[in-house]
């Protein structure tokens, strides 16, 4: 009897290689004749570029080629990239050149690559590269830069206003005046970067017999990564191949189309080796994209009962020197402040700001955990201030399941209404509270002061857009060894792709999950495909491998039911097999039927049949699926110190029927480690020229293991009725309300100091300088 695979903790299909060291990983990629590149990066945030001299570098030893912007071909020399999420509303259109001419504007921005033997050789002559540097006034921090009189990012911009709009509905003013309590909070939340464990890396090779040229890279997104290149170098897609081969993590980072990927490729061209390109740890926090600072001025008005009348304010968003991927960070994020609660009256205006810094874009939330942190912070004043419990507070406001579908009043990133697909909020919560243990917490808090320890808890709510569009695809076809080949343009970089979409196609196609053998993130096996980003990748992959395995089970019944001489109603699959369910049971194997499919060569095939056993299906999305959770904390805080200790971690997550549980698990354990990290330690710096002050990991914190705790995790599964297996995304919940749960618990803990926060990180120094600004050292706390 065959195993069900949907929904069963299958353990990874990925691991046994990646463990034993049988990863392959771009840096694992070594060709014959193989050229190392570095890229020559500018030391000033911001300065006028005049000549480069080449010279001394080309003449060094191992050194093959130097090359400058206008070494490049076709308009790679003179054009910008293009964008790659385009928006009406952003005014300043403007993304990199794939190396620099005339102006940079951000330190580590490339104006040339030297290629050599070795990457020592080639760092070597990238020193000895010299240009003429003009520095330039910069402008670091978004608040000065949209002031007047300030330093302008671009030398031919009049200003550093990227982009404004407006997120509304309801009538904000009316909700405002007629409201019983408004309070008002400034938030600030960080820039970080995604941090992966491997950095980005490009190998690429062309072969002038095939005319074909070949691209590994450590992307999530190959395919766009292809169409991208064929635009740059004037070249068919046909005739490029992108490989996503073993990715050590993405986060978001990995999502973008970078210049280097574009000069890599040009350079196998001009060049005729394969050349390759590995980032540096220097290189990924200067030149990998990052993700905020955001600075929110926001306000609620409620009722006496604490019900929600109406929120509004502004944001402001910090888009680095460039939009490559546009204003998608500040719009999910102005759309996301809703939550899953009734807000009847909505009004954020949002305002991207240019800085000489590296560009902002996705990282693992992709603006939901600042827009969650400025509601939940909101939702805890409204607690604080008419003395209830942040609990009763979120569940007097919560979108009640009956409500659902739940239409919010504004259009969200994927150019859809708002409407959410389903949802549970308050069993959410009421299933975190209680893996909490939050009904005996105030006791535990009692009995810790009395021992002159600090506790506290903390609740964050929120709501995700998952599953966006606009496609993905996968190819199922049974082969005539018996062995099911699975082609998806889907990527993994640790979710476990390979291992879910074998339990999909297992089950519904009835073959053995080890029968199968999957291609992902190759452009050569799948014509479409999109990529790996917005926890997209269970709904619309799984959709398709869904949709293309019934499609393939039909052929086999239908082949296999001409062969056994019986109907197909009485033909079960199972185990790469098809069996007639009556007489003596004769079978015939998934392999023998491929091969019947192919026909008898110079004979007619019967009218109806097609040649192979094998389908393609493009799942495309109606809408985004919302997924949704909650976020319980306990930590100690030391009042001494400032250090904070998480005690206890609680999640309840949705994200529909789950496909494995065991992978769930770990998406969420792994989003809440990410998410500490914002919390409490992650801090991109800059100083007021913009120069980076994080650069290597002694000054950019990130969390231990034994400051991310084993999350106890429940899962409420209200399916989607958007896609046929009733999935939602599950990567970024984890990260997404973590740290305004975090920031709550800490708050709360300190409570008898009257102490508030209202930005991430929360380092021991804030909390120990905002403990000094109470009063704190000066009175005693319950006997000390």
């Known amino acids: 009897m065959g195993v069900k695979q949907f ?61 400058t912007a206008d070494d490049l071909p076709g308009a790679m020399a003179t054009s910008r990239m293009p964008m790659l999420v385009p928006n009406a509303a952003i005014a300043a259109l403007r993304t990199q050149h794939c190396l620099a001419r005339e102006e940079v504007c951000y330190v580590g921005q490339a104006f040339a690559v030297v290629f050599a033997e070795s990457r020592y050789l080639a760092e070597d002559a990238a020193n000895a590269v010299f240009a003429d540097l003009d520095p ?41 005046a007629g409201a019983a309590h408004v309070f008002k909070e400034t938030l600030f939340q960080h820039r970080g970067g995604g941090m992966a464990l491997e950095t980005r890396g490009v190998v690429a090779q ?14 999530q997104t190959p395919h766009i990564g292809r169409r991208m290149i064929a635009d740059l170098l004037g070249r068919s897609v046909e005739k490029i191949r992108v490989v996503a081969p073993d990715v050590g993590g993405g986060f978001g980072p990995k999502a973008i189309f970078y210049p280097e990927e574009a000069v890599i490729a040009a350079a196998a061209l001009s060049l005729g080796v394969p050349v390759k390109w590995t980032e540096d740890r220097r290189e990924h926090f200067l030149c990998a994209t990052q993700e905020r600072d955001q600075h929110w001025e926001v306000e609620i008005a409620v009722d006496s009962e604490g019900r929600i009348k109406g929120v509004r304010g502004s944001l402001l968003h910090d888009t680095g020197a460039f939009v490559p991927w546009g204003v998608i960070m500040p719009y999910i994020a102005a759309a996301t402040m809703p939550g899953p609660y009734v807000l009847p009256a909505y009004e954020l205006d949002v305002t991207v700001a ?64 708002l409407v959410y697909d389903s949802g549970d909020y ?20 009692a009995e810790a002061r009395r021992q002159g320890r600090y506790l506290g808890i903390g609740i964050a709510n929120y709501v995700e857009g998952t599953g966006l569009g606009p496609f993905e695809g996968v190819t199922i076809r049974i082969q005539q060894n018996g062995k099911v080949a699975v082609a998806t343009g889907a990527t993994n970089q640790g979710q476990g792709t390979r291992t879910t979409l074998s339990q999909i196609v297992a089950d519904r196609l009835g073959c053995r999950i080890e029968d199968i053998e999957m291609s992902i993130g190759d452009t050569a096996t799948i014509a479409n495909g999109v990529g790996a980003f917005a926890s997209r990748q269970a709904v619309n992959a799984g959709s398709s491998a869904a949709i293309a395995a019934d499609v393939v089970r039909q052929q086999v019944l239908k082949l296999a039911a001409r062969a056994l001489g019986v109907p197909e109603g009485e033909i079960a699959i199972e185990d790469g097999r098809a069996t007639a369910l009556g007489g003596n049971k004769p079978e015939i194997g998934f392999g023998e039927l491929a091969r ?31 997924c949704s959770g909650t976020h319980v904390v306990e930590v100690e805080v030391d009042i001494e110190t400032g250090a904070v200790r998480i005690l206890g971690y609680s999640v309840a997550h949705d994200s529909g029927n789950i496909i494995n549980p065991l992978i769930v698990d770990g998406q969420v354990q792994g989003g ?10 992650e801090f991109m710096k800059y100083d007021e020229n913009a120069q980076p002050l994080t650069t290597t990991f002694a000054d950019y914190l990130m969390p231990m293991a034994t400051d991310v705790p084993d999350c106890r995790i429940a899962h409420v599964e209200t399916p989607s009725p958007l896609n046929p297996l009733g999935v939602k995304g599950a990567g970024e919940g984890g990260t997404i309300p973590a740290a305004a749960a975090i920031v709550s618990a800490i708050e709360n803990a300190l409570g008898p100091f009257g102490v508030r926060f209202a930005e991430t990180p929360l380092t021991p120094e804030r909390i120990v300088d905002a403990l000094a600004e109470a009063g704190a050292y000066r009175r005693t706390v319950n006997g000390r």
């Open 354 to 417: 240019l800085t000489n810094k590296v560009a902002t874009t996705p990282v693992r939330g992709a603006g939901r955990p600042q827009a969650v942190f400025a509601m939940e912070r909101l939702m805890d004043r409204v607690a604080s201030e008419l003395a209830l419990d942040p609990a009763e507070v979120r569940r007097r406001n919560f979108i009640q399941p009956e409500q659902m579908p739940y239409s919010v009043g504004l259009t969200f990133r994927d150019g859809k209404p």
């Open 206 to 219: 062309y072969d002038k017999v095939g005319d074909m040229l070949t691209v590994w890279s450590a992307t």
């Open 426 to 445: 308050p069993k959410a919560q009421a299933e975190a509270l209680a893996l909490a243990g939050y009904d005996g917490f105030p006791a535990r808090q």
């Open 672 to 681: 809440v480690a990410h998410g500490i990290g914002n919390a409490m330690f």
């Open 7 to 67: 929904g069963a903790r299958v353990a990874r299909l990925e691991d046994p290689a990646l463990l034993t060291g049988r990863g392959r990983y771009v840096d694992d990629i070594k060709l014959p004749g193989m050229l190392h590149a570095c890229f020559v990066r500018s030391p000033h945030a911001h300065a006028r570029l005049g000549a480069i001299d080449t010279e001394a570098a080309r003449q060094m030893p191992g050194v093959h080629a130097v090359l």
């Open 596 to 626: 019947m499919s192919q026909g008898m060569p110079g004979f007619s095939m019967l009218a109806g049949d097609q040649p192979g056993l094998e389908h393609t299906a493009y799942f495309t999305p109606p809408q985004a699926s919302y």
């Open 136 to 176: 330039l006034p910069a402008v670091s921090d978004c608040k000065a830069a949209v002031q007047a009189g300030s330093p302008v990012a671009h030398a031919d911009l009049p200003d550093n206003i990227a982009s404004t709009f407006k997120m509304a509905y309801g009538d904000a003013s009316a909700a405002f």
